[in-house]
């Protein structure tokens, strides 16, 4: 069967790559040119005792990858999710709780779809659906007062317990990181002994 690069749609070359070979699988999926066409960000920021106790983001904003979720959220090509399965498993650790940041019901139906659940579906890590938001106004409506202001964004959900110990909030990509601090307030509040945030963008 010839496959074509879920991006640009070329046919992807029979012979394995010296990526494929080390098991940098991403080239099961897209072409070498879109491969290369993403630039690893690679943030790894440890602040013990902060909100987030340790933030991780695996690739930058750049044009393609502008482009990349503009196709996988906004077109729903949810084929897409396998591109950074791996790089996704990667980071994120057997042995704490994943959450994924909820998006609002409303907006679920209205704009496009789970998709940080829909990468970590692809990755194939087991996630924990424990937050719901609390508050209908986008993020970026607001300037940063505003948003340092505001009441929570999330809540845990009422018929979940939260255990002592570490969970990793994971997001499609940090912005502001006021959506990250939030959900890990609100996962502190309720007992989480440590949280950390994966993303795997930042802006
Ligand atoms: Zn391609």
Known sequence: MVKECLLCEQTLDATPSWQSLLGLDQQAFICGDCSNS???????????GTTIDRTTSLYKYNAAMKEFLH???????????????????RVLKKDAIIVPIPMHPAKKVARTFAQVEALLKSANV????????TDMVSMGEKTKAERLAMPS??????NVTIKPTTYIVVDDIYTTGTTLRHAATALKEAGATRVEAVTLIRA
Do not use: C, G, H, S
């Open 126 to 133: 087991p996630y924990m659906d424990v937050l719901e938001k």
């Open 153 to 158: 964004l999330f809540k845990v959900k009422t």
């Open 38 to 48: 993403f630039k690893r960000a690679d943030i790894d920021i440890k602040e013990e």
């Open 71 to 89: 196709q996988f959220k906004f077109l729903q090509d949810v084929a897409l999710a396998e591109v950074f399965a791996d790089d996704l498993r």
